[in-house]
């Protein structure tokens, strides 16, 4: 059977050769076109070489520690197990395995975010020419099965991984199983932050000098920041928002395979461990045949079913995945575990997915009253217009909450009767089914920047009006594809981080006694519906600890993306002042923005991973693993509510200011627009940095957590613990003071 899931993954991989081959064939459009692309590609490489130089050291670093840490722990039962009772080969075999996983992990977390984002960039440009040959089938097909690589890419290497690790390791897989995870979550969060610091840096510099005080329409050639913006779009959405998704498929395989081990363990059946994987190698060839329909729903033969637009063709794709995964998990399900209840939870993940576009759809379309409401809001100032913003983000917040609520809520229904253990497993099944469809999730989500970016194209290369039409509706809807993938990614962190939380409360509990092994399955299970309580005073402490650390993340990535905005705005003025650029006599020097930013983002985000790491262990050391398990529960109570309030909110301020540019209120250019752009400009770095920045660290911090719980248990008190946390308060106090230097914007 395990076998069938490797042969899957590789499927995978080889639909996203294929998908590169039939992008990279196209033609490449006119010479103009050709060099504002090259332009954005050689700032992309520029950016992706500078930030794997930033990463390389500290990951290196990371894989030695992984290694020598099970020297200082007692191998679990299991690794002793595998290894004939020799504590000195489970430990060497064990810490290879650990740093080997680790390195895997961040490996591909690499090179989903890298590879993707080069055929992104070949993918933009080609959607371009499509548009100016009037082929808007053409260029919907371009662009969406670019970004469909990304997500094949994702789903074979993450399935690959966990498979082959399972395979390996078997009962001791949990020991290098989470540094695959730890690995994958790490890259990840340097690339949502570099990136979402990188985009919001060069967008910000570039609407306050171009848009605010030049009154320069959008992607103007005369604005020296329009290719760095550009370059942004795709290391933020493309790069960062592939690494995250990679990482939270990774995280959930990590987390149910261990919580499956614990049910193994109690009962025998080895079907709790491979019955996951099964799941996910139906999703794999669920995408690859809905991502592969997208272009036939234009001219599909049942006239009722045809695709209107290029969202419809990708919600039809998305529908056949959906049915395809959920009818063969029902009956693989059925045969091979001979339960309903797994493919029901499966479902329900799958359903909590496809709700996220309705939910998102409703606060942030431009069709819907909330954007509509911020839109009248600008006739009064920019005040009302940010204030109405940020109310439409706390009210989503609060839905989209509940909507993750109702699942997880399922799995306690469908198990109340079986224990707290199966419940906690049907939870990490909710979420393998909710990223069952990763191939079409992340499709969607990276055909927002490639129709960005040629859209860009097109209006710096000037193409005409048909072509510009097909380009700009294109834009619209991968606007709307960003929104709502960047939900799916929120949810599905949240869904991840809670099956982590789960997986480090069990392990928790159970390190004490030295493993499952050592106390009765009963002893077990009561400890287990015990829990870790709040109520107790370090409980409280870590809880309230916890539900800060996301207000202060948010807090450092803002000032980030503050501090790159002021070197961008003083460069962008500077080169107004040259003559002949204003009057578009003289090229600007996109280059000086592009190494501007490129070195700004890889600054700031060192101290962001630095705080997310040290501060999880400092509360481990300090107090105890109980109270760390309550600091976990703050962490992920507060990040997902600020996580979708920010993501919201930026979505909501932007999709105003697009209405008011379709002629309401005034239009482009109207005392009500000016108010718009501002409001977007505050709601940008929201959505698109601090908001989407939460998810690898929410998971990064459990991870960290988990790996960490049998250190601090078996040395709590000890010298050496004392030496550790001198030295992590002291990374804490550099990432705090780091990030307290000057950040006035535009005051240079």
């Known amino acids: ?61 990371l894989a030695v520690a992984l ?117 994958g979550t790490l890259v990840a969060l340097f690339m949502r932050i570099g990136g979402g610091i990188y985009t919001k840096a060069a967008d910000v510099g570039a ?37 995250d998704i990679f990482e ?20 025998g059946h080895i079907q709790w461990i491979v019955y996951p994987l099964i799941v996910r190698a139906i999703g794999v060839v669920s995408s690859i045949l809905g991502t592969f329909t997208v272009p036939i729903w234009e001219n599909f033969p049942i006239k009722f079913l045809r695709a209107k637009d290029a969202e419809e063709a990708m919600f039809r794709s998305y529908e056949v995945s959906s049915i395809n995964t959920v009818v063969w998990a029902f009956v693989f399900s059925t045969l091979y575990v001979h339960e309903w209840q797994l493919a029901t939870l499966n479902a329900i993940g799958v359903g909590l997915a496809v709700v996220f576009n309705p939910l998102t759809s409703l606060f942030t379309s431009l069709h819907k009253k909330p954007v509509q409401e911020i839109a009248e809001s600008t006739k009064t100032g920019s005040a009302t217009t940010i204030l109405s913003g940020l109310a439409v983000g706390m009210e989503a917040s609060v839905w989209s909450l509940l909507a993750i609520v109702v699942a997880l809520a399922a799995s306690h229904l469908i198990f109340h009767n079986e224990g707290l253990i199966y419940t906690l497993y049907g939870v990490a099944m909710v979420g393998i089914g909710m990223l069952s469809h990763t191939g079409n999730n992340v499709a969607m989500d990276s055909f927002g920047p490639i129709s960005d970016n040629a859209n860009g194209i097109g209006e710096m290369a000037h ?9 700009a509706e294109l834009d619209a809807v991968g606007n709307t594809t960003k929104a709502i993938t960047k939900q799916v990614a929120i949810a ?26 050592g106390m009765g399955v009963d002893e077990f299970l009561k400890l287990l519906d015990q829990g870790i309580p709040v109520s107790t005073l370090t409980g409280t402490i870590g809880f309230l ?132 752009v501002e409001g977007d400009t505050c709601g940008d770095p ?22 960490a719980a049998p250190l601090i248990v078996e040395n709590q008190g000890r010298p050496g613990m004392y030496v550790a946390l001198v030295i992590l308060v002291a990374v804490v106090g550099w990432a705090i003071w780091q990030s307290k230097r000057d950040v006035a914007v535009g005051l240079g």
């Open 1 to 61: 059977m395990l076998f069938g899931v490797i042969g899957v993954a590789f499927l995978s991989l080889l639909y996203a050769y294929w998908l590169w081959r039939d992008t990279v064939r196209r033609d490449k459009g006119t010479p103009a076109m050709q060099q504002v692309w090259s332009a954005i590609k050689v700032g992309a490489n520029a950016y992706l070489w500078r930030q794997l130089r930033t990463m390389l050291p500290i990951l290196g670093a």
């Open 67 to 183: 290694f020598f840490s099970v020297y200082v722990v007692r191998p679990s039962h299991q690794a002793l197990e595998m290894f004939g009772g020799n504590e000195a080969a489970a430990r060497l075999g064990i810490g290879f395995g650990r740093m080997l996983a680790f390195i895997a992990g961040a490996t591909f977390s690499i090179l989903v975010g890298q590879l993707g984002m080069r055929v992104a960039i070949e993918g933009n440009i080609r959607v371009t020419s499509m548009a100016v040959k009037e082929n808007y089938n053409g260029a919907l097909t371009v662009a969406y099965r670019a970004g469909t690589f990304t997500g094949m890419l994702t789903d074979g290497l993450g399935l690959l991984g966990g498979t082959i690790i399972f395979m390996i390791f078997g009962k001791a897989a949990p020991d290098a199983l989470l540094g695959f995870g730890f690995g």
């Open 207 to 243: 609407d306050l000098v171009g848009k605010v005080e030049q009154g320069l329409p959008e992607d103007d050639p005369r604005n020296a920041a329009v290719v760095a913006d550009l370059v942004g779009d795709n290391v933020g959405d493309c790069a960062g928002m592939a690494a």
């Open 248 to 267: 939270s498929y990774e995280v959930t395989i990590v987390s149910t395979l261990i919580l499956g081990l614990f049910l193994y363990g109690l009962t």
């Open 463 to 471: 193409v005409g009006p048909k072509a510009w039409k097909i380009l």
């Open 492 to 517: 599905s962190a949240v869904v991840a981080a809670t099956s982590l939380f789960f997986s480090f409360v069990a392990d928790a509990l159970t390190l004490p006694y030295g493993g499952l092994q």
């Open 545 to 676: 600890v916890g539900g800060a650390l996301p207000f202060l993340f948010s807090s450092f990535s803002l000032r980030a993306v503050a501090r790159g905005a002021n070197l961008v705005v003083d460069e962008v003025r500077k080169q107004f002042r040259v003559k002949g650029v204003l009057e578009g006599t003289v090229a600007p020097d996109y280059g000086k923005v592009v190494s501007i930013t490129t070195a700004a983002a890889q600054k700031e985000l060192v101290s962001l991973v630095a705080l997310s790491v040290s501060l999880p262990l400092v509360v481990g050391i300090i107090f105890d693993v109980k109270a760390l398990g309550a600091f976990l529960a703050g962490v992920i109570l507060t990040g997902q509510l600020m996580a979708v309030f920010m993501a919201i909110a930026g979505g909501a301020l932007d999709n105003a200011k697009k209405y008011i540019e379709d002629g309401h209120f005034g239009g482009k250019g109207s005392p009500a627009h000016k108010c718009a």
């Open 686 to 707: 929201l959505k698109d940095t601090a908001g989407p920045a939460l998810n690898p660290m929410i998971k990064v911090v459990n991870l960290i957590s988990l790996l």
